[in-house]
């Protein structure tokens, strides 16, 4: 395979140019970060995990109508999606309180919210990705309240559907977070939203719901043990663990 | 004067029983308190001062018909004001960065913002002010949805007012906080939302619009001094320096 020009590295994967003109290449890592930066390390295999793993989240809600950004895995570390023009904006939602919120609220982490909060954090390592509301996005024209409007719509959607899947597998989807893009839509000549970047345990809280036990980057960021077990156990459960088990995913990225 | 009965005492003013139901007394005291109580002081004279100001703010506010719980100064240091049911939510309307906006956003103190930005913060001192969304005060429950509107829209237009009146003495109005309580209303047998508290040099900020010399508590934030001169500053500057000058403020209370 021809040399693909890099377009950019962030902290947990590699953007390269795609085959073609609107597309890219999302490659995932085995590197991982906590708290802005300051916590680094690595969790072998989970660049494999999260890249089946968003794979197959993404392909289930295209199917029920979220427009996303998916068109394929190319091998077990790359998947080819649609360019789009990233909304500097995390979506978060959340049905239990855990991480930044029982903090903020002090409120014991794993009670259940009055209803799900959805949440927005400016998208920013140099300014620790902020909690912000409309009133900064729109003023600071991150984007429109229409967009936001699409953008919490569909959230909550996300957040009925994976709730569910979760639950059916035993665990609890206890917050989440999403990064939407906008995408020119040739059928109606207008601009269109579309969910980017990954679903993966690095970016949902997800709780065994007999033991409470966390299958998540939590376990990372808390120093626990079983961090590369966490990502494997959300596979297997999906019914997706990539064939050869755990063996197959230390291969190293030439070998894909 | 028969002794009345303490109800709160907060940080910089003091809640006594009024002389007729649904009446209070507010006391305002000399104390001042930053970031988070963590600094704490007194500013002489600040209590007569604030009292005044906030006063002559309300009556203003009033006229225009914006609803407060102002009834009448008693003297030098207590106002009479409607006894409300505190919404536990501070409105915070910034026109130019400045303080905690101007370091979450990487923003150099004194840019005027593309747009006037309306800010929540859940009143708790022990969680510390938290900022918030209209996610977390509907889904808490420490708010409707309703009053949020009637807040952000009497936010806006106590803006508009002050912007005004302060530009026309010289004094660029940076930012301020608000608070809100709902009364009881015979008339319609509803409740409504009235402008509670105080508007004072202690939750505005104040710049002289040719120097930028801060007018304001941000004075005694950053250990300047002046920290008094500039709260007789903004009253003189508003014709309600108190007769005799700062000499008067210092009476002690019971001489009130
Ligand atoms: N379809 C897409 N088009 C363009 N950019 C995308 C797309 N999907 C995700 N991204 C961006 O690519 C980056 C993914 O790499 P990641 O390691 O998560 O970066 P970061 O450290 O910035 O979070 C993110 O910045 C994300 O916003
Ligand atoms: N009209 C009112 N009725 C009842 N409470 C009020 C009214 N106006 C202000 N308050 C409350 O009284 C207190 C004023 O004292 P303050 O020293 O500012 O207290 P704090 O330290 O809680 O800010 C505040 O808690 C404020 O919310
Ligand atoms: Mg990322
Ligand atoms: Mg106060």
């Given at each position: 395979?021809?040399?693909?020009?890099?377009?950019?590295?962030?902290?947990?994967?590699?953007?390269?140019?795609?085959?073609?003109?609107?597309?890219?290449?999302?490659?995932?890592?085995?590197?991982?970060?906590?708290?802005?930066?300051?916590?680094?390390?690595?969790?072998?295999?989970?660049?494999?995990?999260?890249?089946?793993?968003?794979?197959?989240?993404?392909?289930?809600?295209?199917?029920?109508?979220?427009?996303?950004?998916?068109?394929?895995?190319?091998?077990?570390?790359?998947?080819?999606?649609?360019?789009?023009?990233?909304?500097?904006?995390?979506?978060?939602?959340?049905?239990?309180?855990?991480?930044?919120?029982?903090?903020?609220?002090?409120?014991?982490?794993?009670?259940?919210?009055?209803?799900?909060?959805?949440e927005y954090y400016y998208k920013s390592d140099e300014l620790?990705?902020?909690?912000?509301?409309?009133?900064?996005?729109?003023?600071?024209?991150?984007?429109?309240?229409?967009?936001?409007?699409?953008?919490?719509?569909?959230?909550?959607?996300?957040?009925?559907?994976?709730?569910?899947?979760?639950?059916?597998?035993?665990?609890?989807?206890?917050?989440?977070?999403?990064?939407?893009?906008?995408?020119?839509?040739?059928?109606?000549?207008?601009?269109?939203?579309?969910?980017?970047?990954?679903?993966?345990?690095?970016?949902?809280?997800?709780?065994?719901?007999?033991?409470?036990?966390?299958?998540?980057?939590?376990?990372?960021?808390?120093?626990?043990?079983?961090?590369?077990?966490?990502?494997?156990?959300?596979?297997?459960?999906?019914?997706?663990?990539?064939?050869?088990?755990?063996?197959d995913m230390q291969g190293p990225s030439v070998l894909q």
């Amino acid at each position: 395979m021809a040399r693909r020009r890099q377009l950019y590295e962030g902290k947990a994967k590699v953007l390269f140019e795609g085959p073609e003109p609107g597309t890219l290449v999302q490659y995932f890592k085995d590197d991982a970060t906590a708290f802005n930066n300051q916590k680094k390390g690595t969790i072998t295999g989970k660049g494999v995990l999260n890249n089946r793993i968003s794979e197959y989240l993404m392909q289930r809600l295209q199917e029920i109508g979220v427009p996303t950004h998916f068109i394929r895995r190319l091998n077990m570390r790359e998947q080819l999606v649609r360019e789009v023009e990233i909304i500097p904006i995390e979506v978060v939602v959340r049905n239990i309180a855990a991480g930044s919120l029982a903090k903020r609220f002090g409120i014991q982490d794993g009670t259940v919210l009055p209803r799900s909060i959805v949440e927005y954090y400016y998208k920013s390592d140099e300014l620790g990705d902020p909690m912000v509301t409309e009133e900064h996005i729109t003023a600071f024209g991150w984007a429109a309240i229409q967009d936001l409007d699409e953008m919490m719509s569909l959230a909550l959607r996300v957040n009925d559907y994976l709730s569910g899947l979760f639950l059916g597998i035993g665990l609890k989807l206890v917050d989440f977070k999403l990064e939407f893009g906008r995408v020119y839509d040739d059928q109606t000549d207008e601009m269109h939203l579309v969910l980017a970047d990954e679903i993966s345990p690095d970016n949902c809280r997800l709780w065994d719901v007999k033991t409470n036990e966390r299958l998540d980057k939590d376990r990372f960021r808390r120093d626990m043990d079983g961090v590369e077990e966490a990502y494997q156990e959300v596979a297997r459960r999906l019914g997706i663990l990539p064939e050869g088990g755990p063996r197959d995913m230390q291969g190293p990225s030439v070998l894909q």
